[in-house]
């Protein structure tokens, strides 16, 4: 598989794109003046405890304050990490009360980012990456990656960690990329954690309530530490000053990489190559068309996110129960990929076309979790349902492309559809009357958009007149191009 990473870099905003094979499959977003928080490390304060909730609310100095739930606070060791990295969840949990209380300070890490109206969510077992490990403060045992599937591969993991000192206090995790890595390079991992804790410990002991205390590397060297691997082909970098520094940092720390990084400086932009920036732009788009006819539709709710498969113009060439198969098998390989290139986290329905064949429904959900398998992000697939769905969720940690790059309509308010021009007819009638009831006036002066006037004086010039005559008052009308279509105002004068 050719993996390329390319990097856009402008003055206010970081772009990186993960390609396979010429097709985009991710796409990671830092802006200046909304840079991610996950990972960073505050002194947080206590403002509110809910029981009912079992949660408080914390302070952290954002504009909104953060989540933090009983089960994210570090009790004892018979609570912290296990061997295999998972919390201990058997034990009953402590009530919230027992274990904060309003005015309390304590050290907490972002886990997820503030989404919507909704704050940060923090847990306070600390976690810090690195090229290797991720060390654990709170936690015990050695924990290693799940992808890395070769068994003896994993035992030689888990024997260095035993025969080395600075393994010893806390809890590490091995991930995918220390696959091969030798003694040496593990060891000096762990000794750099180390120290970057003692070095946050120091700094939380010398904060303030709500300060930050340690903040995750920035978008292009944060690319470099999660992805970078044998499996890259190349890094593409447009800066002079980002490359250079991408390339002392992984002259540090991925020594054996660094050459894989490259300043692009041709004159077509880079995000033009394999079509980035159009690939972008479609998946903002609700429809999804497939190669062989059929489509998509993707519905991105708060609450859940929808994915409708139909044939469109596939008509197929033997029957319609093969028709239905294949269109199937193409939109589990396309949804898997829209997945990660939108960041669909949550709750995620897929609506594939029925299938009678209990064989094809095997074979298009083991497509799709084939095809999932490559994903950074965790996710959970379940059987096909009765009714033919496929429920599925994806650890959702930061915002989604959509969600990112866009904003909810003003004019409809993200509900995806506004009053007919005859609606907003009736309810200025209706106001009409109203004002009449109310109000001394000579005239009524009604304001709308150009098509609810057209609309009142082609089609419903008869209604006007008996509101007129109703009334006992002329209506003037004012077309008003900058209103939204819904948007009147009757103005009694």
């Known amino acids: 598989m050719n993996e390329e990473i390319l990097i856009n870099v402008t003055p206010r905003e970081v772009r990186a794109a993960l390609v396979e094979n010429g097709v985009l499959q991710e796409v990671y977003i830092e802006r200046a003046r909304r840079r991610g928080l996950i990972s960073n490390i505050y002194k947080a304060k206590v403002s509110r405890v809910l029981p009912g909730m079992q949660a408080a609310f914390l302070e952290i100095g954002l504009e909104r304050t953060a989540f933090l739930h009983a089960g994210d606070i570090y009790r004892d060791p018979v609570h912290q990490e296990t061997v295999d990295g998972e919390l201990d969840t058997d034990r009953q949990q ?54 890395i599937e070769d068994e003896a591969e994993r035992t030689r993991l888990r024997e260095i960690f035993d025969s080395v000192p600075e393994a010893e206090g ?24 180390r120290r ?27 690319i470099l530490r999660d992805l970078l691997g044998p499996g890259i082909e190349t890094v593409r970098v447009d800066d002079a000053r980002t490359c250079e520094r991408m390339r002392n940092f992984a002259s540090m720390f991925v020594p054996e990489l660094a050459d894989k990084i490259e300043e692009y400086s041709a004159a077509r932009p880079i995000f033009d190559l394999y079509g980035v920036e159009d690939e ?15 489509y998509l539709v993707i519905e991105q709710t708060e609450a859940m996110t929808t994915v409708d498969v139909n044939t469109g113009g596939f008509v197929g060439h033997r029957n319609l129960e093969e028709t239905i198969f294949k269109t199937n098998l193409e939109a589990a390989q396309a949804i898997a990929r829209q997945i990660r290139l939108r960041n669909l986290g949550g709750i995620i329905i897929i609506d594939f076309i029925d299938m009678d064949l209990v064989d094809h429904r095997y074979q298009v959900l083991q497509a799709l979790e084939k095809a999932l398998a490559a994903d950074h992000a965790r996710n959970k697939i ?43 007819c009736y309810e200025i009638f209706r106001e009409v009357i109203r004002q009449t009831r109310q109000f001394e006036f000579q005239e009524l002066l009604v304001l709308a958009h150009p098509e609810v006037l057209e609309l009142i004086v082609d089609e419903e ?33």
């Not at 091969?180 to 762990?190: E, F, I, N």
């Not at 972008?280 to 059929?294: F, H, M, N, P, W």
């Open 461 to 493: 010039s008869a209604s006007l007149a008996e509101l007129e005559e109703r009334t006992g008052r002329p209506i003037r009308l004012q077309s008003e191009a900058h209103y939204a279509q819904d948007n009147f105002d009757v103005v009694p004068i």
């Open 196 to 222: 970057l804790w003692d070095v946050i410990s120091e700094n939380a002991r010398k904060a303030s309530p709500r300060q930050p205390v340690h903040e995750d590397l920035p978008l292009a060297l944060r």
């Open 382 to 424: 379940t059987e096909v349902s009765a009714l033919g769905l496929v429920e599925m969720t994806r650890k959702r940690t930061r915002e989604s492309l959509e969600h990112v790059l866009c904003r909810a309509c003003p004019t409809c308010e993200g509900r995806g559809s506004v009053k007919t021009p005859e609606t907003v």
């Open 280 to 294: 972008i732009t479609r998946a903002l788009e609700r429809t999804v068309q497939l190669k062989s006819g059929g």
């Open 170 to 193: 806390g809890g590490f995790i091995v991930r995918t990329a220390a696959e091969g890595a030798s003694m040496d390079a593990l060891r000096a991992d762990m000794i750099f954690l």
């Open 94 to 147: 402590p009530d919230i009360q027992a274990l904060v209380r309003e005015g309390d300070e304590l050290l907490v890490q972002v886990v997820k980012d503030p989404i919507g109206t909704k704050g940060a969510r923090l847990t306070t077992f600390v976690t810090i990456p690195s090229r290797y490990l991720v060390f654990m403060p709170h936690g015990r045992g050695i924990g290693v990656s799940a992808r």
